[in-house]
């Protein structure tokens, strides 16, 4: 039996995506993405490496959240679902 590796294609493209939008933020909102979500910094631990208000960091983060969902919710009504796509 073929072992089947399609699930990790799928999240290693969605994946990309999101890293392509996260690349395109304004600087310091990329800034806090990266510490907090991709190395795994804790907010607080974010704030004293930037060396920025706790609020800072929070906010930043909101608004970065906020322009890749908008960022994702375009690409999918330009490009339409994956799902959608393939069916014929």
Known sequence: MAYDFTHEVVDK?????L????EHLPYKLKQVVILHYLSEY???EVANILRIPLGTVKSRIHAALQKL???Q?????????????HES
Request: without cysteine; hydrophobic residues 30%.
């Open 13 to 17: 493209l969605s994946n990309h995506s």
């Open 19 to 22: 890293l392509m939008n996260v």
């Open 42 to 44: 804790s907010q607080e």
């Open 69 to 71: 969902r908008h960022k």
């Open 73 to 85: 919710k375009n690409n999918i009504l330009i490009t339409g679902k994956v799902e959608n796509l």
